[in-house]
């Protein structure tokens, strides 16, 4: 399974973002997809997840109501929304797709692309 973001860049405080994520493979195994975000001098963490079936979103805190899919499952390709946009959302945004496999789970992940939020 191999999975490639775009729509990252320059934008303004207060600006909106798409970013999109192709998956290509191993497609019809993926259980849910999600973003992830890395910000400089920080771990890696959760941005948005959604399932596959059923459609259930999961969002960090710090996103609600701001960040949304645009679509209502975790197809490919995959889109978030990322409106009001503000410096610490500044990071570098990766594109996870989780499969369920006894005994556990296969998390695929994307390279990244870069959204630096500045003025």
């Known amino acids: 399974l191999q999975l490639l973001e775009s729509g990252g860049g320059l934008v303004h405080p207060g600006g909106s973002l798409k970013l999109s994520c192709a998956a290509s493979?191993?497609?019809?195994?993926?259980?849910?997809m999600g973003w992830y975000r890395q910000a400089p001098g920080k771990q890696r963490e959760l941005v948005a997840v959604?399932?596959?079936?059923?459609?259930?979103?999961n969002y960090a805190e710090s996103v609600k109501g701001r960040f949304t899919f645009p679509r209502d499952n975790a197809k490919t390709p995959m889109y978030m929304q990322l409106n009001s946009l503000n410096t610490e959302d500044t990071a570098v945004y990766y594109c996870?797709?989780?499969?369920?496999?006894?005994?556990?789970?296969?998390?695929?992940w994307g390279k990244g692309t870069l959204v630096p939020v500045s003025s």
């Open positions: 493979g191993r497609t019809f195994s993926i259980n849910a």
């Open positions: 959604i399932t596959s079936v059923g459609g259930r979103e």
């Open positions: 996870n797709a989780r499969i369920y496999s006894d005994p556990g789970v296969m998390d695929y």
